[in-house]
């Protein structure tokens, strides 16, 4: 089945610090890609919408300076948390399609712990 | 290790049918359970959530019952709607980590 690789699957740094988290499907090409946060004891929350070159599109209150998307390729796209804060710390989880209307597969998911 | 085991689809009903779509877990701990549901284009939704066995979960007619003894968390809905096409997947969360079914595809044909 689809795989996707999320890497790295737990980060800890300092507060003011970049952290880039990668998101890959394995297998297949992924034309669209989720992010999602998930606050302590709280469900998912989509961040973004990455589908490959061009923009992606955020949710309403995901700042898009602060958590800077790339989706360069059709089996990578990246986050990475500008300048990030002890309330940045969560857990990450990417998902990836082929297209649009093919199910999603998850990666495992990247626990962030900003100091 | 722990794991969720979702229905496969794809599920087609006529509008109005009564839904039933499995899920079953294995948990060491505790874990509190979610059905998600992704529309055609967009990322997933939370559909509801238990946290504990015995609790139920409800929103837009939409029922799962977290089962304990039966390591269970079904989804089920009593008439379906066209607007309920879309993908479901059952989740379950313990510790840091998130755990997802397969995912099953429903479309409803009016």
């Known amino acids: 089945g689809a795989v996707v690789s999320q890497h790295p699957s737990w980060v800890i740094c300092k507060s003011g610090t970049s952290v880039k988290i990668e998101c890959r499907s394995l297998d297949f090409q992924a034309t669209t890609m989720f992010w999602y946060r998930q606050f302590p004891k709280q469900s998912l929350m989509l961040m973004a919408t990455s589908n490959e070159g061009s923009k992606a599109t955020y949710e309403q209150g995901v700042e898009k300076d602060k958590f800077l998307i790339n989706h360069a390729s059709l089996t990578l796209s990246t986050l990475t948390v500008t300048s990030a804060h002890p309330e940045d710390s969560s857990f990450y989880i990417c998902?990836?399609?082929?297209?649009?209307?093919?199910?999603?597969?998850f990666g495992d998911g990247t626990r962030l712990s900003i100091l | 290790g722990d794991s969720v085991t979702q229905m496969e689809g794809p599920v087609t009903l006529s509008e109005e049918a009564f839904l039933t779509i499995n899920c079953t877990y294995t948990?060491?701990?505790?874990?509190?359970l979610f059905w998600y549901v992704q529309y055609p284009g967009e990322g997933l939704q939370l559909l509801l959530k238990?946290?504990?066995?015995?609790d139920k979960g409800s929103n837009k007619g939409f029922e799962a019952t977290y089962r304990k003894e039966t390591t269970s968390f079904h989804l089920e809905k009593g008439s379906v709607q066209v607007s309920d096409s879309a993908v479901y997947f059952c989740a379950l969360h313990t510790g840091n980590q998130f755990y997802f079914g397969t995912g099953t595809s429903l479309t409803v044909i009016p």
């Open positions: 998902s990836a399609t082929l297209t649009v209307n093919q199910p999603q597969h």
């Open positions: 948990a060491t701990g505790y874990p509190s």
């Open positions: 238990a946290t504990k066995a015995d």
